[in-house]
């Protein structure tokens, strides 16, 4: 990825992308790809060091990763197969190719994060996630309900998107789902991560404008720009964003839980 | 915890508001680690989150009646007593004049969650009028709410109205039974003593009207026709009754509006929302419910929405192609001039530096070819290609241009060789090589365990992969190989017995898929190719055997002669201790398979001969017959020899046998006369011999011999034979009687043995 991107993003965060927990409110946010292990962990990670609520998903049939030949991927099944016994067996089958292509690397990051790969269609949304004591990004969601969704490929959007018309909506909850494609690799998921809590900060900067305003005066004030709430700002937000990640094309629709 | 008044504010009530909220926060994970805390938790928070407490309060109040409403953990039944609870302060947050937005949002949302419960509730418990006119209150404020609302609040009454519209309306049942999704009209009796079905579906038309006038009033607002959208599908899924309706809306609604105005950034995200938000929708539709009578007008909707984008946001992508193009300075490659000259052409060597896979391999000095990529062509079309230029190109260029690649390599390795002495090249770069494995599974995500996706896709992926571009910089020419550090032990050394061993046996398992592919017979007949049948192009049984036959046949021309003499394109036979070559092996199978049942596979015998025959004549045309000279005589009789001994008086066969054979010679049908031992297949061999005689003018004068010589050597085959003689060959007996004196010559030789 170029140099393009990338400079915005970096500015409020430090090198290892710790900092100081700043504000009192919190956007939740849920990252989603394909298996819920190279993008969406960078992303869920990186929220996560910037003190926000996050859980991750994957919306494929199963965990794919690669294999000592592209036709013999590594497959393994979602919610049941936990980051350190994925790592432990792959470290078993071949440690210099899996240490090489950085998939021990990745899952070593991973296992420290959550135990293991979840699906987006088996989720139950709402569903209170109190038991997951260890994950990265737990405190604030409780609840089990995000209010960003963001995906890191349009297969994956499509898949969120869909998903949500197929339940019905039942938890009457609206949720903004935004897909940022970012490549499936080591290099362009670091970046997409640090363009992920770009994105996140700015939202939730807005967010918070929209919650220290008290009162009648957000009615009243129909239609001023700086008073728009912050649903509004969604699409606002996101093309500045854009602006400043060109290569990171993004979607957005407003969907429900 | 009493509730602090809204009205004094004061540095002391301030931090009491936070301490409240921590308390209340830890009473809601209470809740959420053990459901059963829910009903008291929340009975117990409703004083302290009423109207009259500070927004803080208020907001975080509506939130979690929000949250705990719509949990998942509780059944509707469960959920009643909740609802019924709550309804009083609900409705007192609603209801203050100039309410914040967040808890109206917040609010509005809960109500959405307790309407079907509430409808449910007074369906079964007809008695209880307070709670229904609580809840027929609170939904007559949110409609009021609605219009001049914020955006967030009327995002709520949008959901809200879906509900009430959901619920009061007949359902197909294909709804998924939780969440109060499936309270439906269908649950009223005809005699409820408080509510009306008409009415009520009179009310959710209504309502469903007002939701989609968001999209009638063709309004750019992505916010709200997003959230209208995204809200619909169920509802024109499972209530038959909204779902035309709906659908019409939705294919008049054009998401691509807002395209016309000047793109700014925010724009161009409210377009793509619109316009993909609606497509999902369409899309979503025609594959849940396949059989809606509207698919057809879905489909095109949704084509003519796709060709509509690619016009507006396309754009971007093929200019960029064409700068790329102009920066790579490759030129106009419309206007190249043509090389005239072809033949004068050489191969330079590569100089230092990195190289890319594909410039090792090219050879051409016109820029425009060496920016052509070739992985763009179809598969079919490079293969087509491929062959002609095989068949066509001089054999001097073609071991100009190999020997020229090889030099190239050479280098290449020894370079890379003393590269990788220094520093082991990085084979992957970990950093940018693709990590996901492509899935072919569409958005549908059916969990199947088929193990690995399409080999084409992924070999397809990695050409369009990025790393084989050079990497690094000039100096390091190892790194533009990583061939160099890895090399394979060594395979055992083989003596010409072992080789020859598994030579036959990689000859044996060429026969392997035989027994496995379908036999053409058996099924109906396939229709005739004509002449533009291609050879082992229909992958069954038949294409199989033409594989072999060539194998054969052509595989191992002018390669396995030991000799010095080239361009030998019949192999010369090899008779050392290693015994047959590889051709001979497979023609020794093929035999044998034959002869197998050769009644049925005469065919293959046939197609085999032709092979040989073929094979034959361009051996005589370069004038290079091997060791081993010609095959087809030899092979055909050995064919004939084999099955002559197990012939019955029944097989015609034969008859079809002899006519379709590409050259019949003397000693062949000579064969034929052993047939004439045996009186039962005496009238076979002649007629064989007749039809010959008949349709194969070349042969007659051979066929008429053997007739001739049958007559001679068989007095047991002579009345059928004179036949034929006097009719074709007329004189011949006359002549054969009166140069033997009057008297029929008694036969020479052969004679017939009684059975």
Redesign the interface.
Known sequence: MDTANGDAGSASTTQNGQREDDSNFKLRFCTVCASNQNRSMEGHLRLAQAHYPVISFGTGSLVRLPGPTITQPNVYKFNETSYDSIYRELDAKDPRLYRANGLLNMLGRNRDIKWGPERWQDWQVGLPRVKNETDQGRVGLEGGVPDIVITCEERCWDAVVDDLLNRGSPLNRSVHVINIDIKDNHQDASVGGSAIVDLADSLNRAAMEERERVGSAVFDAGGAGSRASFDERVPEVLGEWQERWPNLPATWTLSWF | MAADSASTPSSNSAVSIAEQLEQLGAA??VA??NTTYYDRIVKGVLPIIGPTAP?QLRRWGAEFL??SL????LATRDKENLTIAVLDTLKGLLDG??????VLKASI?AA??AYPVAFRWIIHNSYHTESWEQMSAIKSRIFQIWDG????VR??CI??A??VVLAQTPSNGM??K????DVSLNMMTESHPLLDARQLEAEATGLLDRMLGVLQESSSD??LV??TI??L??LAR?RPSTSNRILNTVLNFNPLKLANSPM???????V??LE??TR??L??IL??DPGNQMAGRIQQYVERLTRSRAEIFDEAGRKRALADQATAAYGDAKRQKAETDIPQFSIPPLGPGPHSLAAVFTITNNPGLQAFDVTQLPDHLVSRISVRTLAGIDQKFLDFAISGIHDRLTSLYAAGAAAAAASQP???N????????E?D?D?D?????T???D?EQ??NK?DNAPPEEAIGSAADAGAALPLGPFTLPPPPTLDPETASKLSQAAAARVFGPLSSLKDPGTGTRRPKAGINRLAASSYDRDSWLTLITRLATRSTAGLDDGSDNSNTIVKAEKTGPSGMSLGDSIRELLFTYILEDWRRRIEIAVAWLCEEWYNDQLAKKSGMVGAGGLNYEKCALRLVDGFLSYITAQDKVLTRFLAEIPELSRPLLGKLKALCADPTTVQLALTSLLYLVMMRPPVREIALDTVAEIWTEYEDARPLAAKYLVKWRPGFIELQTRGAGGEVPPPTSNMAVAT
Request: glycine share 4%; proline share 8%; aromatic share 4%.
């Open positions: 809601r994970k959420l680690e927004i929000a949250e719509a949990t998942p953990v004049a100039g309410e914040d937005a967040i949302s959405a969650s609302a914020p955006a967030p995002l709520s959901k809200f879906q509900r709804e998924q939780y969440n109060g999704l992505a916010l997003d959230a995204n809200c599908s169920i499972t700014t950034p925010k724009t161009k995200v409210l793509r929302s993909k938000t999902m929708f899309t979503h594959r849940r990085a084979v992957i970990a950093a940018t090589a693709p990590l996901g494995v899935e599974d958005d995500y059916e969990p199947d365990l193990p690995a996706e080999t992924i070999l990695l």
